[in-house]
């Protein structure tokens, strides 16, 4: 671990570079963290754990890479026993967030499997209840984002399969861990500020973000009643394979996060601490609310 962690005061402007002038090239969708130029922080050095989530049981999807993985690490830290899903193609990032997970002593399981599929989804949830004994905290945040400029380049098949993994796959995920979970338990959606300010380009990508935002505030009035709390956390612009691999057209990765006050991107590490606020017992009267991890672009 370096010197400095979350805790560390500075200047948040300087905390992570300008801009990314080395971004590379494109990569083949779902890209890798391993082929991301420059690096994304994840909170491997830096994030120092307090306790906070100790003996909790979290599943999180897409907790191979970018903000899953620094909320994987974080939660693993903080005491928590964790379960991470991500698809086949992405095994060299699993395997790589699953060794950091048991490093830390906490048991950490991997369950690969694509939950564009109902069934999958089930299995997913039931498996992950059997290895770890209960589901406290679940974590909704895989996504999929693919830039299309004209609308009339926006295939139908491209529309279902971004609502498939972006809000289908988080009904079936939910419907089935609901039964599972406790009272206490905390249910946290990854949504965008794409959903209160949609970007030309992202019609599908938005417009399922839109609907995440308002099943989360729905499904928490709906939740209470068993003493489950539901949040979202809604990421400006954030350095992860997702936007390299097609979420943004290819010229602008260079000065991706460049436009928000902060004038840089945000890095996963820095998403973190949120969703363990939020999965912790610290927000026990916080429910139905988004909150905005924005580098100044705020939510309205
Ligand atoms: P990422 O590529 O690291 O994570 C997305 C993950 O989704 C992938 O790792 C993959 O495991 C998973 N996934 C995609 N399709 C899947 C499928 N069919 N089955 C199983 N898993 C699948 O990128 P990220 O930016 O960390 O994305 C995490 C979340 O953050 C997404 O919901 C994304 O929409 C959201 N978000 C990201 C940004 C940003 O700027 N990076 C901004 C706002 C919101
Ligand atoms: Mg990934």
Redesign the pocket.
């Known amino acids: 671990m370096t010197e400095k962690n979350q805790y560390t005061m500075q200047d948040p402007r300087e905390q992570y570079p300008l801009h990314n002038p080395k971004a590379n090239d494109s990569q083949p969708e779902?890209?890798l963290?391993k082929k991301l130029d420059p690096k994304a922080d994840h909170g491997e050095e830096s994030y120092q754990g307090a306790g906070r989530l100790k003996g909790r049981k979290a599943l999180i999807?897409?907790?191979?890479?970018?903000?899953?993985?620094a909320v994987a690490i974080a939660f693993a830290r903080e005491g928590a026993d964790v379960v991470i899903?991500?698809?086949e193609s992405?095994e060299k990032?699993g395997a790589e967030t699953l060794k950091i997970l048991k490093d830390t002593g906490q048991q950490a399981y991997s369950i690969v499997?694509?939950?564009?599929d109902e069934k999958f989804c089930e299995s997913l949830v039931q498996q992950a209840a059997d290895k770890l004994g209960s589901i406290d905290i679940l974590v909704n945040?895989?996504?999929?984002?693919q830039f299309v400029k004209e609308l009339a380049d926006l295939t139908t098949e491209q529309f279902q399969k971004t609502y498939?993994?972006?809000i289908f796959?988080m009904f079936w995920i939910t419907k089935a861990a609901v039964p599972l979970m406790p009272a206490g338990a905390s249910i946290i959606n990854?949504?965008?500020?794409?959903s209160y300010q949609p970007s030309p380009g992202l019609l599908d990508?938005s417009s399922t973000?839109g609907a995440i935002t308002a099943f989360t505030k729905s499904l928490a009035k709906m939740l209470i009643e068993k003493g489950i709390r539901v949040n979202g956390v809604?990421?400006?612009?954030?350095?992860?394979?997702?936007?390299q691999?097609g979420?943004q057209p290819e010229e602008k990765l260079k000065e991706f996060g460049g436009q928000v006050p902060m004038g840089r991107?945000?890095q996963?590490a820095e998403l973190a601490p949120m969703y363990v606020y939020l999965a912790s017992q610290e927000s026990s009267y916080v429910t139905a609310e988004i909150m905005g991890v924005t580098g100044g672009g705020h939510l309205p």
């Open positions: 779902p890209a963290d999807t897409g907790g191979d890479s970018g903000i899953g993985r899903n991500y698809l992405e990032d499997g694509d939950i564009t945040n895989a996504g999929k984002q498939a993994t972006n796959a990854t949504t965008s500020i794409q990508y973000k809604a990421p400006g612009p954030i350095w992860t394979p997702l936007q691999s979420g991107a945000g996963p």
